[in-house]
């Protein structure tokens, strides 16, 4: 499997992961705002079903990054619509990411930066079989 499609599996099993339906579970919880998803797992499964079916289906690369990854996508107004969805979904139950999201000149890519504190690139990574 190439890198850039192990990447993008990462990033549409990050919901799934990060609310423990997969099972196992890393500790990297901070007192006041634990690494993991507030959602229940069914209601997490349906919620993301088809928009993370689409983003795993777009990136067309992954870049790493010191404190996560990039993910470039085309630069269609679709790509913006979809995008926008998926970081308004998980910014209200992973609010401990830092979403990035820029848009280049002349309908250049798309770029979208998922980041985090420290423990959070190690969490994706482990659980996506990296570490």
């Known amino acids: 499997m190439s890198e850039t499609k192990k990447k993008a599996m990462m990033l549409a099993a990050l919901p799934l992961i990060l609310s423990g339906a997969l099972g196992g579970g890393i500790d990297t919880a901070e007192p006041s705002n634990p690494v993991a998803c507030t959602l229940p797992p069914e209601e997490l499964r349906e919620r993301h079903a088809s928009v993370i079916a689409t983003i795993r289906e777009g990136v067309q690369s992954t ?42 000149a002349d309908r250049g890519p798309i770029h979208l930066a998922l980041r985090g504190r420290e423990g959070v690139k190690a969490f994706i990574s482990v659980m996506a079989g990296d570490g």
């Open 63 to 104: 870049r790493e990054l010191p404190d996560g990854y990039e993910f470039t996508f085309p630069g269609t107004s679709e790509w913006v619509r979809t995008l926008m969805d998926f970081i308004a979904m998980e910014r209200d139950c992973c609010t401990f990411f830092t979403f990035e999201l820029r848009l280049e």
